[in-house]
């Protein structure tokens, strides 16, 4: 039956539609693959978020009083574990801070991978500053702490001090700050082109980025006119709503499967 010439078309026949479903059965585990990153991506996000909102709004708005050295170190020495579990939180952001653009480049490499690989770069450069940042809560606990040679230090030069340390966190994370903004712009590009994450939010990442530069370059070079014109509290929304809107996006729903060609 395969031998003569009807025989040969029969074989090749056999042979396209086994190629075919070979193909079509890539296909689906690489959509499969998709979609399990974007929710190992999603999942990431969603804690990065929780754990960042904790450590660096959360806690210190309950903690510290800028403009009343006693009572910020009243408030610390009173919850001290509380402050210890900012930090803690805090160094989880980091770690998932690494995990999230290196997760996020094997989702979106395929749409560009220069781009991806540039949004991860400049992920992960924020890491090691904002690690360092955390040293000076690390200092403060020290400060606080029962060693001998603290009973130098009276008690008006021990709070400046811990005010001091506590403005030098603030500082590094502000300079990490230019990094968590400027890697949204190719991030957000990457979701605006992907065809398989919706395009809004793409739109609101790279408005975000956006944000993130105008916030930091205004309030350094104009620190009390921009704290007085308000515009703070408005210039972060686009990057929340994009952040966190992909971040539960990619959690709840993953990556949409693109039509085979």
């Known amino acids: 039956l395969l031998s003569g010439p009807h025989g040969i078309g029969l074989k090749q ?14 296909a689906g585990l690489s959509m499969k693959t998709n979609k399990s990153i974007a929710h190992l991506a999603g999942l990431y996000y969603v804690l990065l978020i929780i754990t960042g909102i904790f450590s660096l709004i959360y806690v210190p708005s309950q903690l510290i009083v800028s403009s009343d050295a006693v009572a910020t170190v009243a408030n610390i020495k009173a919850s001290e574990f509380f402050f210890r579990l900012g930090i ?14 290196l997760t996020l480049y094997k989702l979106l490499k395929s749409v560009n991978e220069q781009k991806a690989r540039l949004m991860a770069i400049l992920a992960l450069v924020s890491v090691p500053v904002s690690l360092i940042a955390y040293t000076y809560k690390f200092n403060v606990l020290t400060l606080l702490g029962n060693a001998d040679y603290l009973t130098a230090i009276n008690a008006m030069q021990l709070q400046t001090e811990i005010m001091l340390q506590l403005a030098s966190f603030n500082n590094a994370i ?20 992907s065809r398989f994450l919706p395009k809004f939010f793409g739109i609101f990442l790279m408005l975000g980025c956006m944000g993130y530069l105008i916030d930091f370059i205004a309030s350094t070079l104009w620190p009390n006119e921009y704290r007085a014109s308000g515009l703070s509290s408005y210039i972060g929304m686009p990057s929340a709503i994009g952040e966190i809107g992909i971040g539960f996006w990619l959690l709840i729903m993953g990556a949409k499967e693109l039509p085979n060609k």
């Open 88 to 101: 803690v939180a805090g160094l989880a952001c980091q770690v998932l801070y690494v995990l999230l653009p």
């Open 13 to 26: 026949t056999l042979h396209d539609f086994e190629s075919f479903q070979i193909v079509r059965q890539q």
């Open 174 to 193: 502000h300079v990490a700050s230019i990094f968590w903004g400027l890697w949204l712009l190719p991030f957000g590009y990457l979701v605006y082109k």
